[in-house]
């Protein structure tokens, strides 16, 4: 399938208000499924300029995804990376050694939204976001401490954010 044709059937799910289907469909056809996630509950409207999804469980336990009730109102490509965002989580929250640092949950989690090392199937996202999202994850870099364990574990990395950065300029 195209991305049109994909972008066609999330529209037409939407439509027929079947949002979690929709989820749950690019789940499937972006091999993004976790047998730990327990499933997809809706939380407030998004708007334009704030989209708020979140995975809520505790370590260890099945995780819940809250997506705005209004999810497929945006563009596909940036939905589905905040999608795999939270499918990220998921994986750190369940699967040992859990990831306990906030800051480094977030960090591999915005990484991966920008380099799709876990899932590369995932279609690319925007200058704008790919520049957005990495100046995001380094705001969690920052807050592992300078000169940190954590952040020496991800120096590599963070010199590919940079690298993303300066090459979208």
Known sequence: MTLDEIKL???TFHKNGQ???AVYWLLKKYNLKNSNLKGFEFREKAK???ILMT???D????QIIRIPENTFEFPLDLMLILIVHEIVHVKQKTVKPYVLDKNEREW???YEMNFHNLFPQVPEISNFHKKFFAQKGLEY????GVGSELQKKYAEQ???VDDLIISLQ
Not at 59 to 62: K, S
């Open 9 to 11: 059937k999330i529209e």
């Open 19 to 21: 949002v979690i289907n």
């Open 48 to 50: 334009p300029d704030f």
């Open 55 to 57: 995975t809520e469980g």
């Open 59 to 62: 370590f260890g336990e099945c």
């Open 108 to 110: 591999q989690a915005y």
């Open 141 to 144: 870099y920052k807050r592992m």
């Open 158 to 160: 963070k010199k590919q």
